[in-house]
T-cell receptor
């Protein structure tokens, strides 16, 4: 069974600082890895998707890397803003099923 | 597009009552997923439908849970009888066949007293 771990569970930084969120998974036989954002009381929004053959994906201030052989992914958020405050979840896909980590709750202080 | 629609957004019920959660996927999407999110267990897949047919229900916790998809635009998740440990946020998500992106609804927060 795929196990997905996210460290740290919570993170508080001042505005402008870069964020580094970590995700690890136990089974490297994945199709892809996604990073999601979840705001309180809301559903999940997909931020970045990295196919298993890719090493990284970028979208604006967000960059995600994937090292499939070591079972790790990192989400970098540059120049954080208060609007980045949310919970970030990573999910790995095997066949059709997504296995989620517990998430990292980020607070960006103005 | 309105996105994935779930109702109700909040449900408070008493132990032993029947609870029905509803989901309308994005038009044209043919895959539908029901998830449950709790503090203890995180986000778990309960059941997956493809073209209205249940493909994998191995995540359904027990016989008290059932899900149906009578047509491409509607699905229900029913709990009968409900128990306090069923309290959670239930999400519905849909996707297009062959696509890796799942679109999540806003969730239904269920509280069983």
């Amino acid at each position: 069974k795929q196990e997905v771990t996210q460290i740290p569970a919570a993170l508080s930084v001042p505005e402008g600082e870069n964020l580094v969120l970590n995700c690890s998974f136990t089974d490297s036989a994945i199709y892809n890895l996604q990073w999601f954002r979840q705001d309180p009381g809301k559903g999940l929004t997909s931020l970045l998707l990295i196919q298993s053959s890719q090493r990284e994906q970028t979208s604006g201030r967000l960059n995600a890397s994937l090292d499939k052989s070591s079972g790790r992914s990192t989400l970098y958020i540059a120049a954080s803003q208060p609007g980045d405050s949310a919970t970030y979840l990573c999910a790995v896909k095997g066949d059709y099923k997504l296995s989620f980590g517990a998430g990292t709750t980020v607070t960006v202080r103005a | 597009d309105a996105g994935v629609i779930q109702s109700p957004r909040h449900e408070v019920t008493e132990m032993g009552q029947e609870v029905t959660l509803r989901c309308k996927p994005i038009s044209g999407h043919n895959s539908l997923f029901w998830y449950r999110q709790t503090m203890m267990r995180g986000l778990e897949l309960l059941i997956y439908f493809n073209n209205n047919v249940p493909i994998d229900d191995s995540g359904m916790p027990e016989d008290r849970f059932s899900a149906k998809m009578p047509n491409a635009s509607f699905s229900t998740l029913k709990i009968q009888p409900s128990e306090p440990r069923d309290s959670a946020v239930y999400f519905c998500a849909s996707s297009l066949a062959g696509s890796d992106t799942q679109y999540f609804g806003p969730g239904t927060r269920l509280t069983v007293l």
